[in-house]
């Protein structure tokens, strides 16, 4: 009995005994521990001390005979006699071995009732509330989805006009971090387990001293801030601290669109397209469909202005000329990759040559596209690159200004409104973080506090910040994870996901929204909010501070108010108002950018990790990118010329020598790259930084220097043999002159609406005579009949569908290792093939099938989102001798993961590959996570399945969608039309005695697609949506020779491209 | 070696009366002594028990990791698993073909091989049946394929070939169980008649059923014995047929070909050809059968194999062919893929070890040339291996949408699977060899009555019991 207690106490026996006895007597008045007084007692002791508090308390009479309450079953088994002993232990043993049998995969689980019903919730029901997601400082709406408390899913808020019920990749992932097991969980002082409070106590006297000199050795360090609460509350702080300076670091942000706004117009100015108005766009290297804040609707916009109508095409026009590849270049309808160093010529030629003046000759036709602008003036746009140089960002403006574009400029709001002088206005990016380097190098700052940003890992590499760092004596850190900056400091406060905050943020068009908790912090994070405000000493909670702020702008009746703007998700009538600016269609092009040989480099965000903040968020970083398909590494791009002069291939482990810093990264041949361009995306290469994050990829951030944030030439790149193994999801890339993907130009399809090619268009008619089937299989009978489209017109290859299914689904995250076995769970995937136009190219690119050796240099790209299409006559059905996949009456092709045995005939008969399969138990099991070291070989064996882990699973678990089985191994799995989705919806419809309403079913794909490439709905009932898509002469069924019949059909592509340039 | 006549050279050779045989045969099991001590027996014992322990250790990892510990992958879900399976069964064939159909048509050169080719039959069908049972992915549930009354309702689904496979396979090795163990019961009764140590009388006397040599049992015996040869003569043509269903069904690009069951069917009687004259040579030299098994017996097997073989390479020509013939686009993409992709080497191995070599065999000289047609035999075993290598995964790796095509690679585990089942085969055969009569005796007093008449049953003038000796 006394075992456990003899481990805490002291060897003094006399209180031992005093105690047993008095617990012996258990109607004797027992000493109470007071738990709340244990806890002040503790509080504020931290490391060593804790623990030995610990100790101190647990010797007193107190906790011991809390002890006996709180186990009081042990006294019991102390009495028990030989006999019942060994019976009961007898019985325990055959019941463990019971259990064992399946007990490893299906863990016994406890269900804890209500006590009293939380109002609105009714179990098994999901709620579903507003909020906003902010990426780099730019909200996206959202509609969060909570299951008992619990937030699983994020959507997109159609009331939002940023993403109008679209979502991008990482919002919907976003959610995966929330349950993050490696996210920062406490306060931690030099790495040791601290408390709120006694952080308080060192800051706050920290700040006492520095109210003497008005806060001059006071730094404060974040991102991109555009949340009014955080922006008042950082300019409060700074009446405090007059003397204190706020600098803002985004390492991939605006900063050169701001410097180049502030260049044409001399005002701190945003641009705001409207590609709903715009017939010809032309892109400078943007990758404005995916990489702007407003891309979510520029996308929407875009294809809006595009769409086959009526069977007709009235569609815009893309021109993009860029240095890298990007998925707004793979839609674009004319494409030319330039060097870097080449752009802003193109940029000043194309100005030249609108402006009248005669262009200069180059690769680029820029007279020809130039015509086009002029000739659509007023809808006609350029859009200048993200990442691209001030001057570009000028030309650009200079541009539009001059063929009266549809661009509207607003003040910028990351700025504080009021303020644009003195010490209020951030300096921002590499600039801003300069002087704060600087400052720190003369040791003038004390207090340094890093809310958000990671610049150890992706400040400039010539600032040094990490050393410049430990020159300030308090370094404060407030984030997420425990990274490479909390390293360097002496106090790590754990930020709250958003999904636990009271915060306020604003999308690209300035519109506010509310930022309203879906649950309470799961560990001992506090919103900025709240940290800002203690450390100033006037503490309140996160939702009384923001209320603040809006209280005054709501006029009356705040609270009726307040509840409408959270409801809704947006605070009405907040688009920021356009400014009307200076026309500067003059401009004065600089000298041009000099190539100091070597290769040129770009430096851009991954498209799923961005700078590096999302590097631990196992969807992202599985989810094959856009394009190259690769995951779990970055890579440097280079063209297939490129990567032949070098003599690496792809996979080929290569040094990187760029301003002194020496990098192994390993070689992937991009066509469509430019000759003598490498690209590296950034946020690989972390250190502390997760599970997931760790051992995957390289750090460019080395190579990255402050005047050099984007592009750089005079990289060396030289083979160092040996292999750096590289999970790709596909490896061969052209159709083959197959009937894939159907594309033609606008002439062709208005030749033949079907986009049929001659040959196809043959064999396909020959089969249909010849079929034996019926053509309409199914048997209506008032039963709906699922069917779907996918407009590959209308799709941009951006992921979104894909990240949502991972989401809505359960999805299992498998690892590097598995990746490269070909063993990815994701339900839907991208296609990605390289094609051309002209037939002579194809020809070429036909017989020569190796792959991604071909010398293509400026390759068509086409996506087609693939999933499991639902076969009327579906060849995966008879194969399995144990009936586990079957049709239902409403059409679906259904997996039932219980009847299973995994036999995986069903994948070997699918021929489009869609169905996916548990090798091993991936749901359950974390260190597949780890990314394996290939270097030394193949990896034989997976990680074994016990891990140190094992609790992060559990909070792991707490994610997954309760309407959808999670898959344990050895099972089938594949795409499903969302079958949960339908169900509820079938059950309310029943309940309501209706049919189900066209539109009522939202698949996750469809849900998340920005440009509503995915449309899903009954065929049987002809006026549905995507009963009249399927009539649209270009829908077509893939692999229709194989005569499956899928439910799922295709819609070819469309190019409008320029005569005057295609010929 | 001086050219030989087939058709007159004798079926058993040296001075042999019914004593000799029985001592000849008989005595490897009951004068252990004589036999094995001295013989590489415990060599070949222990590499087959070692092995054997790698089997089982593979399958307790399998069964604790799931079958991911495998290389394979989507698109290749089926590869090693599947390969080895059909690999197993074809060798099994020869036994059955040997038995039953040789039986049926009076070839009495198939009494001195029979029992052995039968022996190997269970045995591959053992090492075969692992394989379609631990590559699912919840084997614990594996039995659901069988249809059995539960409380679920639930039959299989009767038109996937794989249950076909289910009743195919099992059939097949219960009719090849019966068959050989009812041809072994006369010899058990034999053993027990000429068993010295009491356990032996035991054992031999309840093996032997009772047997006592009477007309009727005689009479009896023949009766059954051709009707279960009745029964197995469409098993060597269903088993191997239905196996080849499961690709030939699917529409899987490479699979889907007609031609699939009678070159399947000839693939098995090539490869069980193969492993027979692998086994048998040794054995007949290391345990002095060579007037048993003759040298024209070897030739014999040896134009079997090349007339199966001729087939089967006929079957590889007629899958290029179709692959034009079809027109298919993702069935020419898979042909160039076979013949000049990455895994070109295992399309061309293959054309070398089953198409090229076996013609050696056309000479009289080769076919008697015994390490020659060993090796022959070994070439063709791995070359039979390599054909499943390519249908199975190398179908698998290409698609009708090139975007799935993936790259298969087998682990470690893979191959310790496949070296466990050998390991797991050449145990059995190895107590086979030692606990129990590798030649059929009492055919083979049979057939010495029939090419011998009564001599045959007088006493020698001094004792044959000449172990090895040369030709």
């Known amino acids: ?1063 | 070696m001086a050219l030989h006549d087939p058709f007159t050279e004798p079926l058993i050779e040296g001075d042999k009366h019914y004593g000799t045989i029985d001592e000849q045969i008989g005595g490897v099991i009951q004068n252990q002594k004589r036999y094995h001590l001295k013989h590489p027996w415990y060599l070949f014992l222990g590499i087959g028990f070692a092995l054997l322990n790698v089997l089982l250790l593979t399958i307790a990892w399998l069964l604790y990791q799931g079958i991911g510990i495998w290389g394979n992958n989507v698109p290749t879900a089926w590869a090693f698993d599947i390969i080895n399976f059909v690999w197993w069964i074809g060798i099994g064939h020869a036994g059955t073909l040997i038995s039953a159909i040789l039986l049926l048509m009076r070839q009495q050169w198939r009494n001195s091989i029979n029992r052995f080719a039968e022996a190997m039959t269970i045995f591959a069908v053992m090492c075969a049946g692992l394989f379609p049972l631990l590559h699912t992915g919840r084997p614990w549930v594996a039995y659901w394929l069988f249809p059995y009354p539960n409380i679920m309702g639930m039959w299989p689904q009767f038109r996937s070939p794989l249950m076909w496979d289910v009743f195919a396979v099992s059939t097949y090795f219960t009719v090849s169980l019966l068959f050989w163990f009812m041809g072994l019961i006369p010899d058990f009764a034999t053993l027990r008649d000429r068993a010295k140590t009491n356990l032996g009388k035991k054992v031999w006397g309840l093996l032997g059923m009772g047997w006592r040599g009477s007309a009727r049992h005689w009479h009896r015996y023949e009766q059954a014995y051709l009707l279960l040869a009745g029964l197995s003569t469409p098993l060597v043509l269903s088993v191997h047929t239905i196996v080849s269903y499961d690709f030939a069904v699917s529409i899987v690009p490479g699979w889907n070909v007609t031609v699939f069951p009678p070159y399947f069917v000839a693939g098995a009687v090539f490869a069980g050809f193969a492993m027979v004259l692998l086994f048998a040579i040794p054995v007949r030299a290391q345990y002095g059968w060579k007037d048993l098994i003759t040298m024209k017996h070897i030739d014999w097997m040896a134009k079997i194999m090349l007339a199966t073989g001729l087939i089967v390479f006929y079957g590889y020509i007629l899958e290029a062919f179709y692959s034009f013939y079809a027109g298919s686009k993702a069935e020419l993409a898979l042909l160039q893929w076979r013949i000049n992709g990455p895994y070109a080497w295992a399309y061309w191995s293959l054309i070398l070890c089953n198409g090229i070599i076996p013609q050696l065999l056309w000479s009289p000289k080769n076919r008697r040339r015994l390490p020659l047609v060993w090796i022959i035999a070994l070439v063709i075993s791995y070359g039979m291996w390599l054909e499943r290598f390519v249908i199975i995964p190398m179908s698998l790796m290409r698609n009708y949408l090139p975007s799935s095509d993936r790259h298969y690679y087998p682990t470690l585990w893979d191959f310790s699977m496949f070296f466990g089942t050998i390991g797991l085969f050449l145990f059995l055969m190895m107590l086979f060899i030692r606990f129990m009569p590798v030649i059929n005796m009492f055919e083979m007093k049979d057939l010495l009555y029939k090419l011998q008449g009564t001599k045959a049953s007088a006493p020698p003038a001094e004792p044959a019991l000449a172990p090895a000796g040369g030709e």
Request: proline share 7%; glycine share 8%.
């Open chain 1, 1 to 1063: 009995m006394s075992d456990y207690v003899k481990t805490t106490e002291e060897p003094n026996s006399e209180s031992r005994i005093t105690n047993s006895e008095s617990m012996d007597n258990s109607n004797e008045q027992k000493p109470r521990l007071d738990l709340d007084a244990v806890r002040a007692k503790l509080a504020g002791k931290k490391g060593a001390h804790y623990w030995r508090s610990l100790e101190q308390v647990a010797e007193t009479p107190e906790f011991e005979a809390w002890l006996a309450d709180e186990f009081p079953n042990r006294r019991s088994i102390a009495d028990i006699d030989r006999r019942s002993l060994l019976k009961v232990m007898g019985a325990s043993l055959a019941l463990a071995g019971l259990s064992g049998c399946r007990g490893y995969f299906m863990p016994e689980e406890k269900i804890v009732p209500y006590v009293n019903q939380p109002e609105e919730m009714v179990i098994g029901k999901p709620l579903y509330y507003a909020t906003a997601f902010t990426h780099a400082g730019y909200a996206y709406g959202a509609l969060v989805k909570q299951n008992e408390g619990r937030p699983t899913k994020i959507e997109g808020n159609p009331d939002h006009p940023a993403n109008r019920g679209a979502a991008n990749v990482q919002m919907q992932a976003s959610i995966l971090s929330l349950y993050d097991p490696d996210r920062a969980q406490s306060v931690l002082s030099n790495g040791e387990l601290s408390t709120w409070e006694d952080f308080l106590k060192v800051v706050r006297k920290d700040l006492a001293d520095q109210k003497k000199t008005g806060g001059a050795g006071f730094r404060l360090l974040t991102g991109t801030v555009t949340s009014p609460t955080l922006q008042a509350q950082i300019q409060e702080l700074m009446r405090d601290f007059p003397r204190m300076t706020w600098h803002v670091y985004e390492p991939f942000g605006q900063d050169n669109s701001h410097a180049g706004m502030q260049m044409a117009y001399g005002q701190p100015l945003a641009p705001i397209y409207d590609f709903s108005k715009v017939k010809v766009v032309v892109s400078l290297d943007s990758d404005f469909l995916l990489q702007q804040p407003g891309s979510l609707r520029y996308a929407a916009d875009f294809i809006e202005a595009r769409r086959v109508k009526n069977g007709d095409v009235a569609m815009n026009r893309l021109y993009t000329i860029e240095t890298t590849t990007s998925i707004t270049g793979a839609m674009s309808d004319h494409r030319w990759g330039v060097k870097p160093s080449d752009l802003l010529r193109v940029a000043a030629a194309l100005h030249g040559a609108v402006t009248g003046a005669a262009p200069e000759k180059g690769s680029v036709p820029v007279d020809a596209i130039a015509r086009d602008l002029v000739a659509n003036r007023g809808a006609a746009v350029v859009v200048p690159g993200e990442f691209a140089p001030p001057e570009v960002h000028a030309a650009c403006a200079a541009i539009n200004a001059s063929i009266g574009a549809p661009v509207s400029l607003v003040r910028r709001f990351d700025i504080p409104l009021g303020q644009t002088t003195g010490n209020v206005a951030p300096p921002t990016g590499p600039q801003g973080l300069k002087e704060l380097v600087d400052a720190l190098n003369a040791k003038q700052v004390q207090v340094l506090m890093i809310a958000g940003g990671n610049p150890v890992y992706d400040a400039p590499a010539d600032y040094n910040f990490r050393a410049a760092m430990a020159n300030a004596p308090r370094r404060i850190r407030y984030g997420y994870y425990v990274d490479e900056t909390s390293k360097e400091c002496d106090w790590h406060l754990p930020a709250t996901h958003f999904l636990e905050e009271w915060s306020d943020t604003r999308a690209f068009d300035g519109t506010v929204s509310i930022v309203q908790p879906l649950t309470m912090p799961l560990f001992e994070g506090r919103s900025i909010h709240e940290v800002l405000d203690a450390i100033a000493g006037r503490p309140q909670p996160g939702l009384a501070r923001v209320q603040s702020t809006w209280r005054g702008a709501s006029g009356a009746d705040f609270d009726k108010r307040w509840r409408e703007w959270l409801h809704q998700g947006v605070i009405p009538n907040t688009a920021a108002t356009p400014v009307t600016a200076g026309s500067t269609s003059t401009f004065t092009p600089a000298a041009p950018a000099t190539n100091g040989g070597g290769l040129e480099v770009n430096f851009r965000p991954d498209p799923h990790l961005h700078d590096g903040r999302y590097s631990n968020n196992g969807w992202l970083m599985e989810y094959p990118r856009p394009i190259i398909q690769v995951t779990w590494d970055n890579v440097a791009l280079m063209s297939p010329k490129t990567a032949q002069d070098l003599n690496v291939r792809s996979e080929d482990k290569v040094e990187l020598q760029l301003r002194g810093a020496t990098v192994q990264a390993p070689a992937w041949i991009s066509p469509g790259q430019p000759d003598g361009v490498v690209t590296l995306y950034a946020g690989y290469g972390r250190q502390n930084a997760g599970s997931v994050a760790e051992g995957a990829g390289f750090n460019v951030y080395p190579m990255r220097t402050s005047g050099a944030m984007y592009y750089d030439s005079g990289l060396q790149v030289k083979s160092v043999g040996g292999v750096w193994p590289v999970a790709c999801t596909q490896i061969h890339h052209q159709m083959e002159g197959r009937d894939i993907v159907r594309i033609g130009t606008m002439d062709e399809f208005r030749r033949d609406k079907s986009l049929y090619r001659a040959e196809e268009k043959l064999d396909h008619e020959e089969i249909r005579e010849q079929n034996m089937y019926p053509d309409e299989i199914f048997n209506a009978n008032d039963i709906p009949q699922w069917g779907m489209t996918i407009d590959m017109h209308a799709c941009i290859g951006c992921n979104a569908c894909g990240v949502a299914c991972v989401a809505e689904n359960n999805i299992p995250v498998v690892g590097k290792e598995q990746v490269k076995r070909g063993r990815e769970m994701h339900w839907l995937r991208i296609d990605r093939y390289y094609t051309v136009n002209d037939a002579a190219s194809e020809k070429a690119v036909r017989e020569d099938n190796i792959g991604l050796q071909d010398p293509i240099a400026n390759p068509m790209t086409v996506f087609q989102p693939m999933m499991c299409v639902h076969c009327e006559k579906a060849p995966c059905e008879p194969v399995c001798p144990v009936a586990a996949t079957v049709h239902s009456h409403e059409g679906l092709n259904q997996m039932i993961y219980n009847r299973c045995v995994g036999t995986r005939y069903c994948s070997n008969n699918c021929p489009y590959k869609v169905r996916r399969f548990n090798y091993l138990n991936y749901s359950d099991n974390q260190p597949q996570f780890a990314n394996l070291d290939f270097s030394t070989g193949l990896a034989w064996a997976p990680a074994p399945i016990h891990s140190p882990k094992e609790h992060g699973i559990e909070l792991l678990r707490m994610l997954s969608n309760p309407d959808v089985t999670v898959r344990g191994r050895g099972v089938m799995e594949k795409c499903t039309y969302c079958t949960q989705r339908i169900s509820q919806t079938r059950i309310e419809a029943k309940k309501q005695g209706r049919n189900i309403a066209d539109g009522e079913i939202i698949t996750a794909c469809q849900q998340a697609c920005p440009t509503n490439a995915i449309v899903f709905g009954n065929i049987a009932d002809p006026n549905s949506k995507v009963s009249q898509m399927k009539r649209d002469p270009r829908n077509y069924m893939l692999l229709e020779e194989e005569q499956t019949r899928p439910r799922t059909s295709y819609l070819g592509r469309i190019t409008n491209p320029n005569k005057e340039i295609s010929g």
